[in-house]
């Protein structure tokens, strides 16, 4: 008999059904030992199985893929600030929605304020652990929300808004992104870098149908925790009111195989 709590049962199992990842290609494994746990014991396991991969992804960063990030990042740096206070310190307000384990925490200038949205309670423990290697970060409050739900954020309080790979998850686009724009400063920028639909059906045609067949029948978001392959945020983002929206959609270098499904990607700043 086990007297151990059941989420303790839980956690130890999943921590032996994935202590075999060691390579790129074992994500695979990992992945099915997600599936298993979680049609046995519920979708708790599949927050905590996601947060533990992203907390294995950033030890393995591609360097191609991070010069795509970097460059959207450029212009934070120039960024004043609409607080007197942080003015003084030359220094601005960030908010990061799906801030995860903090994998931006790189590109963002010193001194910065920070404040980050995510639904996922199992990302505290690596967030924690990640931003300690970043005292250049200030963490202002740390909300286990949605991005559809901020309301207990101030209205045009905010210099700039982060958001990478989390939109394909979200459950509505447009209140996000109207949500993003009420809390953005009259000048305020918000930073977005995400996987898109495949848009190229002459070249592409085959990832498109994967991209559909993938999400319509539900392997991609369950893995994933609620990944969508076939969304184009752009059309909403326009329509939202910013005064000024500068995009592009390139084709992201991915390394990994079976993984360049999501290699269609949407880069972008949009001005309040």
């Given at each position: 008999?086990?007297?151990?709590?059941?989420?303790?049962?839980?956690?130890?199992?999943?921590?032996?059904?994935?202590?075999?990842?060691?390579?790129?290609?074992?994500?695979?494994?990992?992945?099915?030992?997600?599936?298993?746990?979680?049609?046995?014991?519920?979708?708790?396991?599949?927050?905590?199985?996601?947060?533990?991969?992203?907390?294995?992804?950033?030890?393995?960063?591609?360097?191609?893929?991070?010069?795509?990030?970097?460059?959207?990042?450029?212009?934070?740096?120039?960024?004043?600030?609409?607080?007197?206070?942080?003015?003084?310190?030359?220094?601005?307000?960030?908010?990061?929605?799906?801030?995860?384990?903090?994998?931006?925490?790189?590109?963002?200038?010193?001194?910065?304020?920070?404040?980050?949205?995510?639904?996922?309670?199992?990302?505290?423990?690596?967030?924690?652990?990640?931003?300690?290697?970043?005292?250049?970060?200030?963490?202002?409050?740390?909300?286990?929300?949605?991005?559809?739900?901020?309301?207990?954020?101030?209205?045009?309080?905010?210099?700039?808004?982060?958001?990478?790979?989390?939109?394909?998850?979200?459950?509505?686009?447009?209140?996000?992104?109207?949500?993003?724009?009420?809390?953005?400063?009259?000048?305020?920028?918000?930073?977005?870098?995400?996987?898109?639909?495949?848009?190229?059906?002459?070249?592409h045609w085959m990832r498109r149908h994967l991209q559909s067949?993938?999400?319509?029948?539900?392997?991609?978001?369950?893995?994933?925790?609620?990944?969508?392959?076939?969304?184009?945020?752009?059309?909403?983002?326009?329509?939202?009111?910013?005064?000024?929206?500068?995009?592009?959609?390139?084709?992201?270098?991915?390394?990994?195989?079976?993984?360049?499904?999501?290699?269609?990607?949407?880069?972008?700043?949009?001005?309040?």
């Amino acid at each position: 008999m086990n007297f151990l709590p059941r989420e303790a049962v839980i956690y130890e199992t999943m921590n032996k059904a994935t202590s075999v990842v060691k390579t790129r290609r074992s994500y695979v494994l990992g992945g099915l030992a997600c599936v298993i746990l979680v049609v046995k014991y519920g979708p708790n396991v599949r927050h905590r199985y996601f947060a533990w991969l992203n907390s294995q992804a950033i030890k393995m960063k591609y360097g191609p893929y991070e010069d795509v990030k970097k460059e959207l990042f450029v212009p934070i740096t120039k960024i004043k600030s609409h607080d007197p206070e942080l003015q003084k310190e030359n220094a601005i307000r960030i908010l990061e929605i799906g801030v995860g384990i903090g994998t931006n925490f790189t590109y963002y200038p010193d001194g910065c304020q920070l404040i980050v949205v995510d639904p996922n309670p199992y990302f505290s423990k690596y967030f924690n652990e990640n931003r300690a290697k970043f005292p250049n970060v200030k963490s202002e409050s740390i909300i286990i929300s949605t991005g559809e739900d901020m309301d207990m954020v101030k209205s045009e309080s905010v210099d700039a808004v982060v958001m990478t790979l989390v939109l394909c998850s979200v459950t509505d686009i447009a209140k996000v992104v109207s949500q993003i724009q009420r809390i953005l400063v009259p000048g305020g920028k918000f930073f977005f870098l995400e996987h898109i639909q495949e848009w190229d059906l002459k070249k592409h045609w085959m990832r498109r149908h994967l991209q559909s067949m993938l999400t319509w029948l539900g392997i991609w978001p369950f893995v994933f925790d609620g990944c969508c392959l076939n969304r184009d945020p752009l059309p909403i983002i326009n329509t939202i009111g910013f005064s000024n929206v500068c995009a592009e959609r390139l084709y992201a270098p991915i390394p990994v195989a079976f993984m360049k499904v999501v290699s269609p990607h949407l880069r972008g700043i949009a001005t309040k």
